[in-house]
């Protein structure tokens, strides 16, 4: 089976790399203009009005592990599952080192002399992941530097400087290029470098998007919502389930809340309010608390039900993480938690259940009037469940969804949209099948599904004002929307 799975990777590969002429013109966002917040404050859009809804693939360590048929290879499949961001660190370390060899600082914070003729550097590789992402109408998350570097003082508010000048200066122009500040770290740790880096980048580039990634059930509101420089906040919700608290001392969250991530984003609604994404949930086959590689690992139901919980709950994107994607295992590279590529390869993982799942929220999300939706718990009668029970719900003016993860019975209230009558349907979060159940009175109407009550047969309650059109009678499932 591995010798099988390698032969048809190298010819996917030599495929994906341009031999094979493309059958649809890609489908390119930035064409709609450069990516804005929305009047309201909550979600992105273009400067044309069209929405964004960001669905990010983590692949931290593509400028060290992956050469460049293999970055072709990794973004097209990318694009094809419905990816329209891909989130990269930029240096994991100082020096980074790419799959060439090639140093990221030979002069350390000096760049005036990075390029060398003949040469394939470092930072040319990093030029060629981000125009291949944009040849596939992908943009990239910039991380600029992992945090912990950073802490270990191996980079100061001066380099910081001298880093985002060169950062600025070879990006700028490039369309596709989200600035994301901070790594994996508090805020109030090397606040002052971070504020140093972010100001160097932003007084010579107004027109990119910047956020900050923080640490482990952390969000960056706690430290930087007011920051001139902070377009929108992301929050880490981790990899810990219900309780497992295991003595962490940075832990500042209620204790059995752990896979609660709906609460981060409530707890990212300040003043000034903006956007809000849990850019590190949960990754598919990835241990449960991270580092014991013999824990349980989570899996695509895990995956899903934190995307919806984010999503519902107000967030505008949702970014997925695999376990061997993000680290690009493969036989001969030592993984970190409990990633062995001798079991399973990054390519093979690029077939698992949950990095194909992901493109049914977003479909979802873009077949509705997107700038008015918002989270509306009230929708909700009577008890709702807790933990994995918890159904949760959003609407706009003449639409409401509800997911819900258990199957649990639920009582929703259809007189929280408008129209006399709802068109209802159940849409499975799985496979994006879509069921029709009929009109229903705008009341309080109990609903489960018929597979009872099973937790990880996840299905979202759809419900329509019947003079409204969004999804029609006869669809089996939602037609795809960038």
Request: charged share 25%; hydrophobic share 35%.
């Amino acid at each position: 089976m591995r010798k099988i799975s390698m032969i048809a990777m190298a010819v996917l590969m030599f495929m994906g790399s341009g031999v094979m002429a493309q059958k649809a013109k890609t489908y390119i966002p930035w064409e709609n203009g450069k990516l804005k917040v929305s009047d309201e404050g909550r979600y992105l859009r273009h400067e044309n009005g069209t929405p964004f809804f960001w669905l990010g693939e983590t692949g931290w360590l593509m400028p060290e592990r992956l050469n460049r048929d293999e970055v072709n290879y990794y973004l097209q499949k990318c694009k094809e599952a419905g990816y329209n961001m891909v989130q990269v660190q930029v240096l994991n370390s100082v020096p980074s080192y790419n799959i060439y060899g090639k140093s990221s600082n030979p002069d350390g914070w000096n760049f005036k002399n990075i390029d060398k003729k003949g040469e394939y550097g470092y930072w040319d590789h990093m030029d060629y992941i981000i125009r291949t992402a944009a040849s596939k109408g992908i943009y990239i998350g910039m991380v600029c530097i992992w945090g912990s570097p950073v802490d270990a003082g191996l980079m100061n508010e001066k380099e910081a400087v001298a880093y985002g000048e060169f950062l600025v200066n070879r990006y700028k122009d490039d369309p596709n290029i989200i600035w994301i500040i901070g790594g994996d770290i508090r805020g109030d740790k090397k606040t002052e470098v971070w504020d140093a880096l972010a100001r160097s980048i932003r007084q010579q580039d107004k027109d990119h998007l910047m956020t900050f990634h923080p640490r482990g059930r952390t969000t960056s509101a706690a430290w930087f919502n007011d920051r001139e420089w902070l377009d929108f906040n992301m929050f880490q919700s981790g990899h810990r389930r219900y309780g497992q608290r295991k003595g962490d001392g940075d832990y500042p969250i209620k204790e059995n809340t752990e896979e609660d991530n709906w609460r981060f984003v409530e707890a990212s609604t300040l003043n000034p309010l903006k956007p809000v994404i849990d850019d590190e949930p949960i990754y598919e086959n990835i241990p449960q608390g991270l580092h014991d590689p013999n824990e349980t690992r989570w899996n695509e139901h895990d995956v899903r039900r934190y995307a919806y919980w984010s999503v519902f709950a107000g967030s505008f994107g949702h970014s997925y993480g695999h376990n061997d994607i993000m680290q690009f295992i493969r036989p001969g590279v030592l993984g970190s938690f409990g990633a062995d590529g001798m079991k399973k390869a990054w390519w093979d993982a690029l077939e698992d259940p949950g990095f194909h799942q992901m493109k049914y929220l977003k479909y979802l999300m873009l077949a509705f009037p997107f700038f008015e939706r918002i989270p509306d718990q009230s929708i909700i009668a009577g008890a709702n469940g807790e933990r994995y029970d918890r159904a949760i719900a959003t609407r706009g003016n003449d639409y409401l969804l509800v997911y819900n993860y258990s199957g649990r019975p639920m009582q929703i209230d259809l007189s929280k949209i408008s129209g006399d009558k709802k068109k209802v349907w159940w849409m499975s979060a799985a496979t994006g099948k879509l069921e029709y159940l009929g009109e229903f009175d705008s009341k309080i109407t109990s609903f489960q599904h018929d597979s009872g009550y099973m937790s990880g047969n996840d299905q979202v309650l759809i419900a329509i004002d019947t003079s409204k059109e969004y999804v029609k009678k006869e669809w089996k499932e939602l037609p795809e929307k960038h």
